[in-house]
T-cell receptor, first 111, second 114 residues
Framework: LAKTTQPISMDSYEGQEVNITCSHN???????ITWYQQFPSQGPRFIIQ???TKVTNEVASLFIPADRKSSTLSLPRVSLSDTAVYYC????????????FGTGTKLQVIP | DSGVTQTPKHLITATGQRVTLRCSPR?????VYWYQQSLDQGLQFLIQ???????AKGNILERFSAQQFPDLHSELNLSSLELGDSALYFC?????????????FGPGTRLTVT
């Protein structure tokens, strides 16, 4: 599995756009990039997944440059309820391999 | 609600004991994953089953074992419990049709070993 590097923590004010970047320099050709959100004492929740360029859903956007060595999760106009840990995962399709969540990025939204 | 259920929600037991955690995956999901999350360790992958067969193994101790039954529910057995086994244990499931890393997590079982 490709190793990922994310900031340990980030702070943002309510209403701001938050961008969390994940580095994955050794990403393989068949790897997808997936982001999860976890609130305290709850299981992680799937947010978004992409392979290249830009993916958008009702919750977030995922930007992936052409070389795919990094990705950026964008959360528009965050609220206090977006305070959570965000994990970036990189791995091949099929999900038959070990899954490593890493330490994630702890986002604190400030009123 | 992810559709994944886990029982019990809380479990308190003594060192040296054995416990069984149960997980029912989402309807139609064939893969089940088990994770351990403690305060100082983050989310650690333990083991994965696919349609009854073990598919991937992570940092699972020899004192721990798991299995997936024909009805696709899974059980994680923890034996000779130690204080350090106190943690949140999550089960997740995924569908082979998604073909990607989209896992659905249950609410977890909080294990406290005293």
């Amino acid at each position: 599995l490709a190793k990922t590097t994310q900031p340990i923590s980030m702070d943002s004010y309510e209403g701001q756009e938050v961008n969390i970047t994940c580095s994955h320099n050794n990403i393989a050709t068949n790897d997808y990039i997936t982001w999860y959100q976890q609130f305290p004492s709850q299981g992680p929740r799937f947010i978004i997944q992409g392979y290249k360029t830009k993916v958008t859903n009702e919750v977030a956007s995922l930007f992936i440059p052409a070389d795919r060595k990094s990705s950026t999760l964008s959360l528009p106009r965050v609220s206090l309820s977006d305070t959570a840990v965000y994990y970036c995962l990189v791995g091949p399709s099929g999900g038959y391999q070990k899954v490593t969540f890493g330490t994630g990025t702890k986002l604190q939204v400030i009123p | 609600d992810s559709g994944v259920t886990q029982t019990p929600k809380h479990l308190i037991t003594a060192t040296g004991q054995r416990v069984t955690l149960r997980c029912s995956p989402r309807s139609g999901d064939l893969s089940v994953y088990w994770y351990q999350q403690s305060l100082d360790q983050g989310l650690q992958f333990l083991i994965q089953y696919y349609n009854g067969e073990e598919r991937a193994k992570g940092n699972i101790l020899e004192r721990f074992s798991a299995q997936q039954f024909p009805d696709l529910h899974s059980e994680l057995n923890l034996s000779s419990l130690e204080l350090g086994d106190s943690a949140l244990y999550f089960c997740a499931s995924s569908s082979p049709s998604s073909g990607k890393y989209e896992q659905y997590f249950g609410p977890g079982t909080r294990l406290t070993v005293t």
